[in-house]
């Protein structure tokens, strides 16, 4: 079965820094990689997805970039705020099946 | 939009007894739902995938004697935890999915935090 590792599982930077997470997966056949946004005691929210047919997407300050070759993919916040303090989770989801794995999560703190 | 609620947010049960938690599509219809458990700073832990009119499949290590599943209806699911205990004490989110999509897109519930003393 599909198998997404995530990391790190902090990441602490300061205001207008640039964030990164990368996750890893490892069933070929997934081709849909989305990332969710978790605040304490929240659901997630879905706040930018790729399908494995593109290699990147942005969205204002949040890109996605996905290297099936290496079966990576990676969340880049750029400027960060202090509203963007959560917890990130990737996942990764083949068509036609129905689990969707979730990475081990990020806690990202951005400071003032 | 695509929105799933739950009920009841929070619970407190006695060690023993079970509880129930809904989830509900709002405004769409799903053929799909799915019940994740979530603990303090963890990931979410697939629990069971529960498809309209059939039995939930439940994932390894999951007790579906513990956990039942019933998906009634395309707008409805719920969870019974039976003869809870201090170790069920988890945040439990459903998610479902649309009715005639490719299903890569989840819509999740709010969640419900249960505490069993």
């Known amino acids: 079965g599909e198998n997404v590792e995530q990391h790190p599982s902090t990441l602490s930077v300061q205001e207008g820094d640039s964030a990164v997470i990368k996750c890893t997966y490892s069933?070929?056949?997934?081709?849909?990689f989305p990332w969710y946004k978790q605040e304490l005691g929240k659901r997630p929210q879905l706040i930018i997805d790729?399908?494995?047919?593109?290699g990147e997407k942005k969205d204002q300050r949040i890109a996605v970039t996905l290297n099936k070759t290496a079966k990576h993919f990676s969340l880049h916040i750029t400027e960060t705020q202090p509203e963007d303090s959560a917890v990130y989770f990737c996942?990764?989801?083949?068509?036609?099946?129905?689990?969707?794995?979730f990475g081990t999560g990020t806690r990202l703190l951005v400071s003032p | 939009g695509a929105v799933v609620s739950q009920h009841p947010s929070r619970v407190i049960c006695k060690s023993g007894t079970s509880v129930k938690i809904e989830c509900r599509s709002l405004?769409?219809?799903?053929?799909?739902m799915f019940w994740y458990r979530q603990f303090p700073k963890k990931s979410l832990m697939l629990m069971a995938t529960?498809?309209?009119?059939?039995?939930?499949?439940?994932e390894q290590g999951v007790e579906k004697d513990k956990f039942l599943i019933n998906h009634a209806s395309l707008t409805l699911s719920t969870l019974t935890v039976t003869s809870a205990h201090p170790e069920d004490s988890s945040f439990y989110i459903c998610?479902?999915?649309?009715?005639?999509?490719?299903?890569?897109?989840?819509?999740f519930g709010p969640g419900t935090r249960l505490t069993v003393t």
């Open positions: 998610s479902a999915t649309k009715s005639g999509t490719s299903g890569d897109l989840r819509y």
């Open positions: 069933d070929s056949a997934s081709n849909y």
């Open positions: 790729i399908r494995s047919n593109v």
């Open positions: 405004d769409f219809q799903a053929t799909t």
């Open positions: 996942a990764a989801h083949a068509t036609g099946f129905q689990k969707l794995v």
């Open positions: 529960s498809n309209e009119g059939s039995k939930a499949t439940y």
